[in-house]
T-cell receptor, first 114, second 114 residues
Framework: AQSVTQLDSQVPVFEEAPVELRCNYSSSVSVYLFWYVQYPNQGLQLLLKYLSGSTLVKGINGFEAEFNKSQTSFHLRKPSVHISDTAEYFC????????????FGTGTSLTVIP | KAGVTQTPRYLIKTRGQQVTLSCSPISGHRSVSWYQQTPGQGLQFLFE???????NKGNFPGRFSGRQFSNSRSEMNVSTLELGDSALYLC?????????????FGPGTRLTVL
């Protein structure tokens, strides 16, 4: 089974500063990678996903992520955050080797400070 | 298109009771997955249904069960509730069976077991 590690449980950052949320997964076999965002009292919303091809993936709301196979990482970045980016962010892996079951990290709480 | 809907949004039960949660996927989506979200464990996969058949199951006891109807609506049932079952239960739908397809999440059902 896969495991997904989000190294930072909480990340405070000032408005308009850049941010990176880190994600590592356990297996180097081919997987699909996702970042989701969860606002308070809501379900999860897809930010971006990596299936194949270019390792730099662009998503909604100005977010992007880079897939690094050798380091089994899929870090999420945004060059300039807004107050509205305050939310919980989840990294997820889908492993075709286990019937495409989704494995989620424990989440990173991003707080944007005005 | 209407999103994924879950009913009820909030539930309070006592230990030993059973509960049934309902999920209506996005129209045309045939896959429905269920997750349990708790502060300590994050999101944990319960099961996935596709075409009325359970295709994947997470590591949960047999007290957790589910089913999918011919219109793709899904229900999950938890019998003999325990305090530790208190959680946000999320349902997600996708066009096809797991993996590459984006999962669209509902707002969740907040279950409190007293």
């Amino acid at each position: 089974a896969q495991s997904v590690t989000q190294l930072d449980s909480q990340v405070p950052v000032f408005e308009e500063a850049p941010v990176e949320l880190r994600c590592n997964y356990s297996s180097s076999v081919s997987v699909y990678l996702f970042w989701y965002v969860q606002y308070p009292n809501q379900g999860l919303q897809l930010l971006l996903k990596y299936l194949s091809g270019s390792t730099l993936v662009k998503g909604i709301n100005g977010f992007e992520a880079e897939f690094n196979k050798s380091q089994t990482s899929f870090h999420l970045r945004k060059p300039s955050v807004h107050i509205s980016d305050t939310a919980e962010y989840f990294c997820a892996v889908s492993d075709p080797g286990t019937g495409n079951q989704f494995y989620f990290g424990t989440g990173t709480s991003l707080t944007v400070i005005p | 298109k209407a999103g994924v809907t879950q009913t009820p949004r909030y539930l309070i039960k006592t230990r030993g009771q059973q509960v049934t949660l309902s999920c209506s996927p996005i129209s045309g989506h045939r896959s429905v997955s269920w997750y349990q979200q708790t502060p300590g464990q994050g999101l944990q996969f319960l099961f996935e249904y596709f075409s009325e058949t359970q295709r994947n199951k997470g590591n949960f006891p047999g007290r957790f069960s589910g089913r999918q109807f011919s219109n793709s609506r899904s229900e999950m049932n938890v019998s003999t509730l325990e305090l530790g079952d208190s959680a946000l239960y999320l349902c997600a739908s996708s066009l096809a069976l797991g993996g590459r397809d984006t999962q669209y999440f509902g707002p969740g059902t907040r279950l409190t077991v007293l």
